[in-house]
């Protein structure tokens, strides 16, 4: 199939698009005359948020992509649905992130939150880098969030520690910013730009009914829920570094509400960030796809 222009000018994918604030961007993106790419996990729930988002802003221009983003073999035959159906990407937003009581493992052998939260948006950024590329001035949003803690390079896999839910979220969205400054570094000069968003505690279905916030919020939401933000409110912060002009040649950045944040200390340090890059790109397979490593200043 010959990939499909866009009548409104700018393609986005938006990953965890099917709910929260994922679903908030898209429709966001929508309203302004995107032309939106909805990665779901689950094809009815991903129908149902395509179907709500093309009612309430009446842009038709909406294509669901249904992949399990643990899954490596299913990222990859993702990306080649997104290549064949768009020939521009001008913006990637890498927002899906889940959590998991238990240590679980990817049909990949890697430890759930892990692949899912960092070695997903290395794996599909780097796969569909070659059109962000082209269809530069391009950009890619890493969603992250603020949590005290360090990246284990030793034990990123949980088979050592015991696993501790919420440590393991950490580290695994840590690896956000870490990727965000490496391939921020390596795509100096090539029109597109990379930078990672913290867009606040907000009322969130994160992980599930099982997951981080599943649990969390059955006592949050009857202590503070009520005064806690939306999605959409949430998906402004995440839209400003993905849309406003003042942004267009920003890159290596790691935003709050329209302003940049102190990056842990960890993240400050180069070494740290190509040791991660190094290690990413074996467990993705990417160091043996040499056309997949295509960037700038590596």
């Known amino acids: 199939m010959k990939p499909m222009s866009t009548s409104h000018g700018k393609t986005a994918l938006v990953t965890g698009a099917n709910s929260g604030l994922g679903k908030a961007i898209a429709h966001a993106l929508a309203s302004t005359g995107w032309r939106v790419g909805l990665v779901a996990r689950h094809r009815a729930r991903g129908e149902a948020a395509v179907a709500e988002i093309q009612t309430s802003t009446d842009n038709a221009d909406l294509h669901l992509f249904v992949a399990d983003l643990a899954d490596q073999s299913a990222l990859r035959a993702l990306a080649e649905q997104v290549l064949e159906r768009f020939d521009r990407v001008h913006l990637l937003v890498n927002n899906a992130g889940t959590a998991f009581p238990a240590r679980r493992l990817s049909p990949d052998g890697i430890e759930c939150a892990l692949a899912v939260n960092h070695l997903a948006p290395f794996l599909l950024t780097h796969l569909l880098?070659?059109?962000?590329?082209?269809?530069?001035?391009?950009?890619?949003?890493?969603?992250?969030?603020?949590?005290?803690?360090?990246?284990?390079?030793?034990?990123?896999?949980?088979?050592?520690?015991?696993?501790?839910?919420?440590?393991?979220?950490?580290?695994?969205?840590?690896?956000?910013?870490?990727?965000?400054?490496?391939?921020?570094?390596?795509?100096?000069?090539?029109?597109?730009?990379?930078?990672?968003?913290?867009?606040?505690?907000?009322?969130?279905?994160?992980?599930?009914?099982?997951?981080?916030?599943?649990?969390?919020?059955?006592?949050?939401?009857?202590?503070?829920?009520?005064?806690?933000?939306?999605?959409?409110?949430?998906?402004?912060?995440?839209?400003?570094?993905?849309?406003?002009?003042?942004?267009?040649?920003?890159?290596?950045?790691?935003?709050?509400?329209?302003?940049?944040?102190?990056?842990?200390?960890?993240?400050?340090?180069?070494?740290?960030?190509?040791?991660?890059?190094?290690?990413?790109?074996?467990?993705?397979?990417?160091?043996?796809?040499?056309?997949?490593l295509d960037v700038s200043n590596a």
Request: aromatic content about 8%; glycine content about 8%.
């Open 129 to 292: 880098l070659e059109r962000l590329q082209s269809s530069a001035p391009a950009r890619i949003v890493n969603v992250g969030t603020r949590i005290d803690t360090v990246m284990d390079f030793t034990d990123l896999n949980w088979e050592r520690r015991p696993y501790r839910m919420m440590q393991a979220y950490g580290q695994s969205k840590l690896g956000n910013l870490h990727f965000t400054f490496e391939l921020a570094r390596r795509l100096q000069g090539s029109g597109v730009t990379v930078n990672c968003v913290f867009p606040g505690v907000f009322k969130s279905n994160l992980g599930g009914t099982d997951g981080a916030q599943g649990l969390f919020w059955k006592l949050v939401s009857v202590l503070v829920g009520w005064a806690l933000p939306t999605a959409d409110q949430a998906a402004r912060r995440v839209l400003h570094v993905a849309t406003a002009p003042e942004v267009d040649d920003v890159s290596g950045r790691y935003f709050g509400d329209r302003k940049t944040l102190k990056a842990p200390p960890q993240v400050l340090n180069p070494a740290a960030n190509r040791r991660l890059w190094e290690i990413s790109e074996t467990l993705t397979g990417l160091s043996e796809d040499a056309s997949a």
